[in-house]
Each structure stands twice: as structure tokens, then as C-alpha cells.
């Protein structure tokens, strides 16, 4: 089992109850487990128009998340990606509409559109007033094919709930959600399927690929396309949305996620999008958020949708204590200056051929070596000792020209600073303390191998990490010995490598993150600081 469920029978009912708890006082459910999964306002008194959505669980929040004042009066729930039953939604049209009538807002889904429309049916046999407005915001598909409803459909909660809410007629709020729903257009792109609980789920994208014009249940794009960087992502899914786009008019924008990409990576598309063309027509931004998910696929969608006045006030209409995203304006933060005091020394350049190459020769091995160290790191770590090494490797690439490397004390101090600017981290910290340690030995008449090695020994007292330890001193220690003892490379290489070796058969460490992994992780698996400080000297001597 790769989910944190119980059963996949009871993976539905058991999530609604997890959400309700504690909301008793404005969200509840109907007690028709377990065909009838239904959530409704609490509060509601059946004196306004009743707002009615649902389908297939594995949205979340939508459907039941948007329960609430200003926006939907009860949200029918499904099993995983299966629409809820006629009896379901008839239940929930019953039990929360009175007088003004009842609006189903309904994604194009063919369960969908024949479950609700059946149960609208019965309902107005009833002598209940029922309208349905049908969202098909995806365009994805080719015109000949019904367009899905996907994300988008969320503004059609909030544009219909917000009329009711101010007690509009079921003739105003159906015509201002058809409305709404004609004027939204969303287009989706994933790098991963998503993960169904309970089946045996098989990853159809092959690695660097990507899956541009998809649904919300886990069927195949439209298309693949390789994925390169998260500005061509955006870029491809706002060039097909542009064509939908009026050129004075003015938009809304949703950035949805859908399930399995990261805050960070989130924010990162919400940049992107501030940088875009379009841009100049996004009068609003709503997100990056989850509001209609596929489980957890690592992908998102976004959702343009064309202002009217009364649109636009009613996307602005205020709910309290809900899950809708708070409103953005694309507007650049207004930066404050950096604080006096942490301006970069001003060095001397001068030229050393022999540092110079030195210097290129490390960038170049820490550049290489970033996928071998990574993958080493990800068995006992998180797997960025060789993306934070190569940052190192090209920062001082950059401005190798700027340094003063004829002056060992000076350049010592140059490299702890770039050092501490450019690798972060505890390792940043470490190599950044032991190189100025370096400088302040090489002041005091140390010629350069003394300082290196006054150096690591600074770092030991400050890290509490000695030799035995399992982190990179294991490497540079011995190899920093032996260059005080020889002036073969080849010798500092093979100490060197003799302690990163040695690191394999340590089942315990006692600094770094290390310390806190399993000794079954640690076994056969070398420090990939002292791998890397191993890396080093072999290339140097080679």
C-alpha cells in the first residue's frame, strides 16, 4: 500500500468526515453513508437559491472545500473519479432547496451531465425549480470533441454563489454562471500521472517529458512535449490560452495546481506568469492554490476568465473562513535597499597561471561530478551535495578574473566569501570558516599548506566533527597530512581516497545529517563530502 488510507472502500466517507470535523457549525453531511456522501451549509436556511456541485473524489478541496457562505449550499461526492449517484444528488437537491429554486453547476463529464440531469428531473417532478449550467472550460481537445470541465469551474462557484448569497433570482444566478462558464478557458500540463489508491497505477511519461492538454481523472493529455524549464511550461500553456483571449479585454487568472507539485514550484509558475505576455490583461490573479486536484499529479492548469462589470464584482464578493484563494494584483513589490554593512571586499586582481588552472580544474570537477554526487547524497540525504558543489564550482568560475591569485592570504579570503555566498548550507558555512581560517594563517607568515591545514583544523573545533566521523574530513584530512609530508599529487590523491573509501564501512555518523539516517542506509555507501574532497585531488592529480 502506497497511500495513508484504511481501505480503498471507505477512502471517500472517511476523508469527508476528516474534514468536517470541527466546521460543525457552518458544514455538515447528510447521514446516508455509504451511497450518499453529501455535504451541506449548516447554516442554511433555504431562503436564497440553493447551489449544488459535486462528482468524482480525488478534487480536493472541490468540491465539498467550497462549501460554505458565498459560494456552494452542498457538494454531492462521489467514489475516486466516479460521479455520484442520481439518488445522491437528488438527496442533496431535497435537502437544501426551498422556494428560489435550485442551480446544479455540473463539469462536462458524460456520468456527470446524465447523473445530475436525472436527478434535475426528478427533482422538478417534485414541483422543485432546478437549472443546470454545464461547464466545459478545457481546450485541450479538437472543436469536434465536448470540451471537459476542469478547474475553471471553481469561478463559477464563486460567481453564482456570491449572487445567491445576495439573494438574486434563479434566473439571475443561472444567467450570470452560463455566462461565466462561457467565458473561461484552462488548459492543463503534467509531468507525472497521478496515483490512484488501491490500483496498480503505471507511470506513462518517459523521463523529460511532459503531458499538455489533460483532465483532472488521470487520462492521457492531449499531446507530450519535453519539458525543459518551468517559464517554457508556462509559456506553452498561456500561448494556447492567448488564442482564446480578446485583445482589449481584461481577465482573471487561476493557477490551480494539481496535486502533487511543491509550494516552491508553485511560486516559481506564479513568476512566470507576472512575466508574461499577457500579463498586461490579468486584471487578477488567483493562487497558485489546490482548488481542483487529480490526486497527486504533479502538474497544473490555469484558467482565464473574461471580466464583465458583473462578473468582476462577483468574484470580489467576500467569503470568510473558506478555502477560496485570496485576489492578487500582478504588481511588482517595491524592494527595500540592503542594510550598510554587508558590502563585498573589494579584492586585487592579480594573475597566477598555476592557481588560475588550479582553480578552473576544481570548477570543472565539481561540475561533472554534481549528477554522481547527487545520487549519492539522495541514499543517505537529500540529494544535493553535488548541485550545491557545482553552484560552488560555477560562482567562482564566474569571477575568477577578480581574484587576487598571487596573494595567498587575499585569495584565501576571496574563495571563503564566494563560498559562503554561493553553497549555503552547512557545508557552505564549513568551507567558507575553513578558507578564511586559511587567510588569517597565511597572514600570520603560514606559508600555504600550513594554512590550509590551521584551516581544518578551525573547522573541526568549530563543527565538532573530527576523522571517524563520516563526513568530509574523513578525506581532506588525511590528504592535507600527506601534503605536508610529499609534493606527489598522485600521494594527496590516493589519501585522500583511501579515507572517502573508508567512509563505506562506517555504520554510524556523529555530525552531519547523516547522524540521523538508519545504519542499514549508511552501509556500503561513502560520505559524499569526502567523495567529493576525493573527486578533487584525483582530478587535480591526473
Known amino acids: 500500500m502506497n497511500h495513508f488510507i484504511n481501505s480503498k472502500e471507505t477512502i471517500v466517507t472517511e476523508a469527508i468526515d476528516g474534514f468536517l470535523f470541527g466546521r460543525g457549525d457552518t458544514v455538515t453531511r447528510l447521514d446516508g453513508y455509504p451511497h450518499i456522501k453529501v455535504v451541506v451549509r449548516s447554516d442554511w436556511k433555504k431562503d436564497k437559491v440553493s447551489l449544488i456541485s459535486g462528482g468524482g473524489s480525488g478534487h480536493e478541496p472541490a468540491h465539498a472545500g467550497f462549501v460554505g457562505r458565498g459560494l456552494l449550499t452542498a457538494a454531492v461526492c462521489g467514489e475516486i473519479f466516479a460521479s455520484p449517484s442520481v439518488d445522491a444528488v437528488l438527496a442533496g437537491i431535497l435537502a437544501v432547496t426551498g422556494t ?20 434535475a428531473e426528478k427533482a422538478r417532478s417534485l414541483g ?19 470540451a ?11 460567481i453564482a454563489g456570491a449572487l445567491a448569497e445576495q439573494g438574486r433570482t434563479l434566473e439571475e444566478v443561472a444567467r450570470a454562471a452560463k455566462m461565466a462558464a462561457a467565458s473561461i478557458s484552462s488548459l492543463g500540463i503534467s509531468l507525472s500521472t497521478c496515483s490512484v489508491p488501491g490500483v496498480d497505477n503505471t507511470e506513462r511519461l518517459e523521463p523529460g517529458m511532459a503531458e499538455l492538454g489533460l483532465g483532472i481523472h488521470g487520462e492521457p493529455g492531449a499531446k507530450k512535449i519535453r519539458h525543459e524549464t518551468a517559464a517554457a511550461a508556462v509559456q506553452v500553456v498561456l500561448s494556447n490560452l492567448e488564442k482564446k483571449m480578446e485583445p482589449k479585454a481584461k481577465y482573471a487568472l487561476l493557477l490551480n495546481n494539481l496535486g502533487g507539485c511543491t509550494p516552491l514550484e508553485m511560486t516559481i509558475l506564479a513568476r512566470e506568469i507576472t512575466k508574461s505576455k499577457i500579463s498586461s490583461s490579468v486584471q487578477y490573479l488567483y493562487g497558485p492554490a489546490s ?39 500582478l504588481k511588482s513589490p517595491k524592494l527595500v535597499s540592503m542594510p550598510k554593512g554587508l558590502e563585498n571586499t573589494k579584492w586585487v586582481a592579480s594573475e597566477q597561471p598555476v592557481v588560475r588552472n588550479l582553480v578552473l580544474k576544481c570548477c570543472d570537477i565539481l561540475e561533472q561530478k ?37 596573494e595567498n592570504a587575499q585569495f584565501f579570503l576571496a574563495i571563503s566569501e564566494i563560498l559562503s555566498r554561493s553553497m549555503g548550507g552547512s557545508s557552505g558555512v564549513l568551507m567558507a570558516m575553513m578558507f578564511s581560517a586559511a587567510a588569517n594563517e597565511a597572514n600570520a607568515g603560514a606559508n600555504w599548506k600550513n594554512a590550509l591545514q590551521g584551516g581544518l583544523q578551525r573547522v573541526m573545533e568549530m563543527g565538532g566533527a573530527k576523522p571517524g566521523d563520516r563526513t568530509f574530513i574523513d578525506s581532506l584530512a588525511p590528504a592535507l597530512k600527506q601534503l605536508q609530508n610529499s609534493s606527489s599529487l598522485m600521494e594527496v590523491a590516493e589519501a585522500a581516497r583511501l579515507g572517502a573509501d573508508k567512509t563505506r564501512d562506517m555504520t554510524s ?15 556500503g555507501v561513502p560520505d559524499p563530502g569526502a567523495e567529493a574532497v576525493a573527486l578533487i585531488f584525483e582530478g587535480i592529480a591526473s
Open 509 to 523: 555518523a556523529r555530525a552531519g545529517r547523516a547522524a540521523y539516517v538508519p545504519k542499514e542506509n549508511l552501509i
Open 148 to 158: 471537459r470541465g476542469i478547474a475553471g469551474t471553481v469561478f463559477v462557484h464563486k
Open 291 to 329: 482548488l481542483m486536484t487529480s490526486l497527486d499529479m504533479r502538474g497544473f492548469s490555469i484558467s482565464i476568465l473574461k471580466l464583465t462589470k458583473e462578473l468582476e464584482a462577483s468574484l470580489l464578493f467576500p467569503v470568510t473562513g473558506q478555502i477560496w484563494p485570496e485576489v492578487k494584483k
Open 370 to 406: 554534481e549528477k554522481t554526487l547527487n545520487e549519492i547524497d539522495a541514499k543517505i540525504g537529500d540529494g544535493d551535495t553535488g548541485s550545491t558543489l557545482a553552484n560552488a564550482g560555477r560562482s567562482l568560475r564566474q569571477v575568477l578574473d577578480q581574484l587576487p591569485l598571487k
Open 128 to 146: 422543485i425549480k432546478v437549472e443546470i449550467v454545464i461547464v466545459d472550460d478545457d481546450i485541450a481537445l479538437p472543436n469536434d470533441i465536448q
Open 100 to 119: 428560489s429554486g435550485c442551480l446544479l453547476i455540473v463539469k462536462n463529464y458524460t456520468g456527470d451531465r446524465l447523473n445530475f440531469g436525472l436527478a
